[in-house]
C-alpha cells in the first residue's frame, strides 16, 4: 500500500491485465481487416461504434451491479459472455461475410469487458482508503494499459507475421480465459451488505440512479462529460490509424506497415503504464483537477495533432512518431484521478456515482469511433483528429467548475496547510 498499491486487490489487478490483452489484441488491425475484406471504412468504424454503444449500457449498469450482486459474481458474467460472443464472432460471424451479423455479434460483445473491469473498480472503492482512491485507480489503469496497449499491441505485431490476422483473434481467446480464471480463483468477494436486503424494486431504483444523477447533480454532469472526452483517442485511433497510416483509403499515406502502427500504439502504452502510476500518486500530493486541466487536456491535444501532422511533414520517421506517443500517452494517463473524482463528488451515494463514470467511460468508446464515423467521408483524417483536439481543449475548460472534495485540499483544489503533527505522522 506504501505504492499505492492494495495487497488484497493484487490478483484483481493481474485478471485486468491478462483479460484485456485478450480484449485489446484486435485493436491495432480489426478495423484494417475488415477493410481488406471488401466493407468500407465507414462501416468497419460503424461497428467500433456500435460496440462502445453497447459498451456504455454495460459500464453504467456495472457499478450499481457490483454493489448489488457483488463484484466478482458480475466480473465473471461479463467474462463469460465477453468468451462466449468472442467465440460466435470469430467462428460464425466474420467467416460469414454477412455484415449485420458481424455488426451485431461485435456490438454485443461490447458488454463484456465494462462488466468484468468497471465491477472492480467498485470492489476498489470499497477497500482503498478515500487518501489513497486516485493511487490505487492508477494502478488500475496501469493494469488496463498493460493489457489492452501493451500486450494487447505487441504481440499481435508478431502474431500477424506468424499466423495472420483471423488466427490472431483466436489467440486472444487465451488471455481472456486465463484473466477470468484468475478472477475466479484469486479475486476477493466484494461487501453487498448494503443492499443484500434490499427488494427488487429497491434495486431497480438503486440502478436507475446511475443515470438520474447525471441530471440532479450537476458536478458529476461536467465530470461526466469530461470522462467522455479524455479518452477519444484512446478508442477513435485504433479505428482510423491503420486506414491513416497503412493505407490509401480516405487520403491516407501508407507510412508505416500494420505492424510498425502497432509498435508505436503498444510504446504509447508503455508511457501509460508508467504515467498511470506516477499521475496517481501526483494527483494525491498536488491536486486531481489541475492535473488533468493543465496535463491531460493539453498533452492530449498536442499527441493528438501531432499523430496526424507528424507523417505529413516528415513521412515515415519513427522516431517522431515514438516521441509523440510519449506526450499523448502522458496526458492520457494525467486523467486516472477520475475514477476517484466521481465518488469524491457524490459520497452519499457512491455506487450511483461510479456507474456514471462507468457510463462515461463506455460513452468515449462510443464516440470516439462515432466522430470518425460521422466525419472521415467529408472532412478526411485531418478533420478527425482537429475533432477530438478541440474536445481536449473544450474539457480543460469544463475542469474549472468541477470541485471534488478532496482530502488535504480547498474546494477550487488548493493544497491546504500541513500541520506539524500530520507532517509527522505523513513521515
Known sequence: MALGLPRKLLAGFVAIAVFMTGDGFELTFLSKYIVDQGFSSSQSSLMFTMYGLMAAVAGWASGVLAEMFGAKRIMLIGAIAWIALHLVFVAVALPSGIYPLMLVVYALRGVGYPLFIYSFVVLITQTVEPSHLASAMGWFWTSYSFGIGVFGAYLPSFTIAWVGEYCSLWLSLLFAVA??????????????????????????????????????????????????????????????????????????GGWFEVSRWSQIWGFQFIVTVVGNVFWGRMGDRYGWMRQMRWFGCWFCVIGTLGMYYIP????????????????????????????????????????????????ASGLTTFFGPLI???????????GVCWAYAVCYAIGSLLTVFIRPKQSGFDERGRRLPIKADEEVVTA
Open 179 to 252: 484473466g477470468m480464471l484468475v478472477c475466479l480463483l484469486l479475486v476477493p468477494a466484494s461487501d453487498n451488505s448494503r443492499t443484500s436486503s434490499m427488494t427488487r424494486a429497491e434495486k431497480l431504483h438503486e440502478l436507475s440512479r446511475g443515470a438520474t444523477i447525471l441530471v440532479h447533480n450537476r458536478q458529476i454532469a461536467l465530470a461526466a462529460v469530461v470522462r467522455v472526452i479524455c479518452n477519444l483517442t484512446l478508442y477513435g485511433f485504433p479505428v482510423i490509424m491503420p486506414l491513416y497510416l497503412s493505407t490509401h483509403v480516405n487520403g491516407g
Open 372 to 382: 470518425a464515423t460521422v466525419l472521415i467521408s467529408t472532412v478526411g483524417f485531418g
Open 312 to 359: 505529413q511533414v516528415f513521412g515515415a520517421n519513427m522516431v517522431l512518431m515514438c516521441a509523440d506517443a510519449i506526450v499523448l500517452g502522458l496526458g492520457i494517463s494525467a486523467f486516472v484521478p477520475m475514477g476517484a473524482i466521481f465518488p469524491a463528488l457524490a459520497p452519499e451515494h457512491k455506487g450511483a456515482a461510479i456507474s456514471a463514470h462507468n457510463l
